[in-house]
C-alpha cells in the first residue's frame, strides 16, 4: 500500500499486525482468490453473512499478495462520510503503475450508482482489480466471479479459540467448544467477541457468556408484524441509514441486531452514546458536529462529593480496526486542558494493545469502552414503548 493509498481518506481500514499473524482457515479461499486474479479474472465478489470473515479475508488478501499488485492497494469500507461518488473520484482517478487491487468492503450499501461505478470503473481502467465483499450478491455484471463465503470448518473454529488463548476460565474441553461452535455457526467474529468477553471480564463464565450470545440469537430486523425484515430490502436500508429514526426505535434495533451499529452514521452513533448516559443519570451536552475540539460530549453528574464533568470520545470503527493509542493520549490532552474530571473512549470496535496500556497509567481519569460494554449498555437500555393509536 503506497503512502498516497493512505491518505486516501479517514476511513481506509488497515489490518493490524495481530490479526493478520492470527489469522486462522481459509486456504481454500485464499488460494481461490489468487488462482482467479492470476488467470485473469478482474473482479470478485465476497458474499457471506455477517461475522462469516469475508471483511478480514479480504484484507488478510490484500496484505499477502501485494507482489501481483505492483500498482498499490487500497480497502475501504462503503460507511463513508463523505458521498460514494467523491470517494471513488479520489480514488479511482489516481494514475496507477501496474496491476493495483481496490477492496471495497460491505459494498451492499452502496446505491445504484455506487454500483455502476465499480462497473465502469473496471471497463475503463484495465490495471483494475476490484474485490469487493457485502452480506448478498449485487448485479455487478458478468466481469465479476461470486466467492461464497460461509463460516469456518469445526478444526479451524478451535484453532482461532486456541490461538487468541480464551481458555481462562479452566481447560480446553469438547463441550466448550461445541457449544460455541454451535451458537456461532463457526463464526469468526462471534469466536474473537466470546474472547473477548471473557479475556475482558465483561462475562464472569463460559455459562454467563453463553447466556449472553442466546440473548442475540434470533437474526435480523423484526418489522411491526414480528416477522423479521430481509437484511437486503429497502425497508432494512432505510431503517439503517435514515438519520432522522427516532433514537428509541434506532435502539430497538440495535438490540436486535447489535451489529448494525458499524452502519449508523457518525454523529447518529454520538447521539445514541448521549442517550445511553442520558438514562444513566448524567447531564448530557453534545459538542457541535464538527469541530468539536477533540470530544463529541459533556456529560456531568451531581453526587455527595460535588459536581463532576466528564469529556466522551465516539468512534464508530468497523473491527477489524481498533482505536490507537494515539487516540488516547490526545483525549487526555484535552482533559487536561479542560480542566475535566475524567474522560471516556466509547467505540463500536476495540482498542489496541497501546491504547490500554497508556489507559493503565491514568485509569483514574480515563476509560475505555469497547464494543462488548457497549452491546451491554444497548442490551440493557429502557426502551420506551409507543402506546397504540
Known sequence: MTADDRRLSPFTSFLPQELLEGFVGRSQELHTLRGAFLSGVRGIQAVGEGGSGKTLLARVFAERYTEYFPGGTCVAASSWAESPE????????VPRQGAWLFVVDAAEYLDEKGIQRLRDALTHDIQLRLLVTSRQPLPLGPDFQLLAIEGLSRPDFEELLRLRTAFVHGQIDEYLVETLFNMAGGSPHMADLAVAAVQQRVVASWAELFDHLRSFEVPGILGPDGRPIDSQSEECKKIIIDVTTAN???????????????????????????????????????????????FDIFAARQDGLGKFLYLVECKRYVPPNKVGVEIVRALYGVIQTKRATAGAIVSTSFFTAGAKDFQREVQHQLHLHDYLVLQKWINDFPITRMNAD
Open 86 to 93: 467523491t470517494f471513488f473520484r479520489r480514488v479511482l482517478d
Open 248 to 294: 428509541n426505535e434506532i435502539m430497538r434495533l440495535l438490540q436486535k441486531e447489535p451489529d448494525l451499529a458499524w452502519s449508523l452514521p457518525p454523529r447518529k452513533f454520538e447521539e445514541i452514546v448521549a442517550e445511553i448516559l442520558d438514562k444513566q443519570g448524567y447531564e448530557i451536552e453534545l459538542t457541535p458536529a464538527s469541530g468539536d475540539g477533540g
